[in-house]
């Protein structure tokens, strides 16, 4: 059976999951100048002005040499850990951790994470179809993380932050508490035929464990962020606003 074929098993609480989405802001990028001068004032006489002028020689090559080091680590950190399709063995091919993949479109992305490569649907521990961004972390216990039609998956260190939202795109996806969205109540309104479906987690495996409360919503949706939440889903919904 084709990944792309498979419906998201899903994680509910009370209510039918429609299927969760993910979208996180990007990372902030910080100017490199450092405004330092290269030359020294005229009033100088010679003999000071040519040492000056050869430690700010000194001291603008090392600043080239700093920032040229710093794009690299930050491109690095930028790096796709894994593309966004295939099966990927764990400790093999993929380390345990916690991956994101981003720009996903119409919920053609579609991850698993197995206990076997059996194929079969007993060996699905958990799976989603995404649109947006989705975060997952894959366990040391997994055996296979399969992944079709997604973008690249990207390495996340758990303790990233960032600028946080205050408006959360409803069909955007997973959003990361504190570092992609600012905890608090927001909401959602003119949503029709429980399409709109939102969900708070503690974690990123995607268990039903890891759900904290969700919903499917019609008309108007009011959610409140706890600051110890880990991720807030939604998909199909009108876009939330924080109201508090």
Not at 71 to 100: H, I, L, M
Not at 224 to 236: E, Q
Request: aromatic share 6%; proline share 1%; glycine share 14%.
């Amino acid at each position: 059976m084709g990944a792309k074929g498979k419906i998201a098993l899903g994680v509910v609480v009370g209510v039918v999951v429609i299927g969760a989405v993910s979208a996180n802001a990007g990372d902030g990028d910080s100017g490199s100048g450092n405004g330092r001068g290269s030359s020294t004032s005229a009033g100088r006489e010679s003999g000071k002005q040519a040492k000056d002028d050869t430690d700010a020689d000194a001291d603008a090559d090392a600043a080239t040499k700093s920032d040229t080091k710093a794009g690299k680590a930050e491109g690095a950190g930028k790096k796709a850990a894994f593309q966004g399709d295939g099966d990927f063995q764990v400790g093999t091919d993929v380390k345990p951790g916690t991956y994101r993949t981003t720009g996903n479109t119409d919920a053609l992305c579609y991850w698993e994470r197995s206990k076997d490569a059996s194929g079969e649907m007993d060996s699905i521990l958990a799976n989603d179809n995404v649109s947006g961004t989705s975060y997952v972390t894959i366990l040391k216990s997994d055996k296979l993380f399969k992944t079709s039609g997604c973008k690249d998956w990207e390495a996340v260190d758990a303790k990233a932050s960032g600028t946080p939202a205050t408006l959360i795109k409803g069909d955007g996806g997973m959003h990361k508490v504190g570092a992609d969205i600012a905890p608090g109540t927001y909401r959602s309104s003119g949503n029709t035929d429980d399409l709109c479906y939102w969900e708070r987690t503690k974690d990123s495996s995607h268990s039903m464990e890891s759900v904290i409360a969700n919903n499917n919503v019609s008309g108007s949706a009011v959610v409140t962020i706890a600051a110890g939440d880990a991720y807030f889903k939604t998909s199909g919904c009108k876009d939330w606003k924080k109201s508090g």
